[in-house]
């Protein structure tokens, strides 16, 4: 599989180099230049295969030559010692938990993926130091997925405020490969600094620089895994559409599962589910795509008033947009819906659900009652709902139990250096380490 830019169809790239040099020169984000069939792969496995398994029958084929069979079964053991959970809650209705891994995010799988990869695609030959913005204990999902990699380094930038959930023992001046950097500004301050890293392209290639958020394809692409490993899990009993009903914050979900669909996984559409700002609404119903000022919500990590993915879905759009109109139906469920939403799935079901995957069992509720839906439903269930177990047990009048996992993704440290947003600054954090 090659890589174009969504602004230019000249210069397709590898997978491997669009991973280690994830934004294309033309401007733009990278996206597949086209499509592998991977029936023949898939649909023959069953029930018992697990997510390894998948994931290492999958990734040569669809990368054609890049990974050997062997270099993918590598990977896809080193990445997942998780994989997500399909629980059935009605004959017509499924939830599919993501935050089985290290952080109790659905990225752990993306990230894992990627640093898995990056680590075999490296290896004896090359290194990288990847460059995330996060926030809150975001960033912990990259930093253990990147601890020990071979030729790898680890900076993770954070705007203002403490840095929580990170291992000291991982830091670059205790032996290890991760420099968490805090950052005088916003979110938005750390991503423009990683932009200008990966633009100053002298810089760029003396530490081969990439990024570990979403706008790396290699973290995206392998996001459309766990939607075949829910066919696979669904196929034996399903009739009718199947349909995924999707929490949307940047939407790269989404577009992993416009991916597995490419791939050939017999899907009828997807529910774009969003909070109140709704970012996509009305792009997806065929307007101009025009920002809102954003608005805070109970569901935290779906707010987002400009998805980093906007150029990959309108690649989408631009491509076919009479196709994915009738593939994509946008929602948007305000506070009050979340919260009954939460309430229903626990008297209904005693399924606990986190305020952003309850965004999406509405939507798929919604969906089952107006649409005549006749077919399978899955909920993507993205986030532990420890890591908002106050406002789990406002709405279900449960107290959650955390999880040691999640209860360490709470302790504040230092970071190695705190710089103003400039990139003078960040490269000067960056070469005192070294």
Not at 416 to 425: A, F, G, M, W
Request: glycine share 8%; aromatic share 10%; net charge negative.
């Amino acid at each position: 599989m090659q890589f174009k830019s969504t602004r230019s169809h000249e210069g397709q790239v590898s997978f491997k180099d669009a991973v280690l040099h994830c934004l294309p020169p033309q401007g733009g984000l990278y996206v597949p230049a086209g499509m592998v069939d991977m029936r023949q792969f898939f649909l023959y496995m069953d029930a018992h295969t697990d997510y390894p398994e998948l994931v290492a029958t999958v990734t040569p084929p669809l990368l054609q030559g890049e990974l050997n069979p062997f270099s993918a079964s590598r990977v896809a053991e080193s990445a997942f010692n998780f994989q997500p959970e399909l629980r059935q809650v009605e004959e017509n209705l499924s939830v599919l938990t993501l935050y089985n891994g290290p952080t109790g995010v659905f990225k752990d799988f993306g990230v894992a993926f990627l640093a898995a990869v990056m680590e075999e695609l490296l290896k004896n030959n090359g290194f990288a130091m990847v460059l995330s913005a996060a926030k809150g204990d975001n960033g912990v999902s990259i930093s253990q997925s990147f601890s020990r990699r071979q030729g790898i380094t680890s900076v993770i930038l954070y705007p203002s405020g403490q840095i929580r959930g990170l291992d000291p023992a991982t830091f670059i001046q205790n032996g290890g490969n991760c420099i968490p950097i805090q950052v005088k500004g916003t979110f938005d301050d750390c991503q423009r600094l990683i932009n200008a890293a990966m633009e100053d392209r002298p810089f760029a290639e003396r530490y081969g620089i990439t990024s570990g958020n979403a706008v790396n394809v290699g973290r995206l692409l392998p996001q459309a895994f766990y939607y075949l490993y829910a066919f696979i899990k669904i196929k034996p009993f399903l009739q009718g559409d199947l349909v995924f009903s999707v929490p949307c914050g940047n939407f790269g979900n989404l577009i992993a599962g416009l991916y597995a669909w490419k791939f050939g996984m017999p899907v009828s559409g997807f529910i774009a589910a969003m909070n109140a700002n709704n970012a996509f609404g009305d792009f997806i119903r065929g307007k101009e795509f025009s920002p809102r000022p954003l608005i805070s919500t109970n569901s935290p990590a779906l707010d987002v008033s400009v998805p980093s993915n906007y150029e990959r879905l309108a690649a989408f759009y631009e491509e076919a947009p009479a196709v994915m109109r009738n593939m994509v139906y946008p929602d948007s469920v305000d506070d009050y819906a979340t919260v009954e939403a939460m309430k229903q799935a626990w008297d209904r079901y005693q399924l606990i659900l986190d305020p952003n995957s309850a965004v999406a069992y509405a939507a798929a509720e919604r969906h089952r009652r107006v649409k005549d839906f006749y077919g399978h439903l899955v909920v993507l269930a993205t986030g532990h709902p420890a890591k908002q177990a106050d406002t789990v047990a406002i709405a279900t009048g449960q107290d959650i139990e955390i999880p040691d996992k999640i209860r360490k993704l709470q302790r504040m440290v230092n970071p190695v250096s705190i710089i103003k947003p400039h990139i003078e600054d960040l490269q000067s954090a960056i070469i005192s380490c070294f």
